[in-house]
């Protein structure tokens, strides 16, 4: 899959130390020009919907269990690679290391439109995690409205990148 950029989250991070490696796959699901988003009441941010490769997952397998998870949406087909992202940073929770490396892979899908029931972990409700169409250029200006005050989640530059990547490269 192609490498669309490499973000660096904190300055002085120990390269040659220990790595603690997660993979992650998210939905790129565009319908009438606007995309399938997970909104956080609680942050005020906009992530694509996705989520950590579980043991023994495919990352088709994960991506279908992750949009059902968070969107209660069913895939029906997954169209395209639109490429990775990987992200370093110092660890939070895992002791011993010294990296923390993310790699994102986003895929273009398509889902039914009708959605049924999220099924969203603890943290996940406790972010107000909501599925919502959007236009792309609100998400964008509300996450960077977000990051320009510097009160984001992690993850919001990297959504925010793709975000803009997705602009262009489909002219939305």
Known sequence: MELLKEIVRKQGIN???KTVY???VRG??????TLLMIYSSKDGDYKFPGGGVDAGETYETALVRE????CGATVLSINAELGKVIEFDVP???ENYDVFKMVSFYYICEVNPNFGEQSLDQYEKDLGFE????DISKAISTNQMLIDSNNFPRWTPRETF???YVKEKFRL
């Open 28 to 33: 790129v699901i565009i319908k009438d020009r």
């Open 131 to 134: 599925p919502i169409w959007v």
């Open 22 to 24: 997660r993979e992650a």
């Open 162 to 164: 793709v975000l803009k």
């Open 92 to 94: 939070i929770i895992e």
């Open 67 to 70: 949009i059902r998870e968070e």
């Open 15 to 17: 390269f040659a130390g």
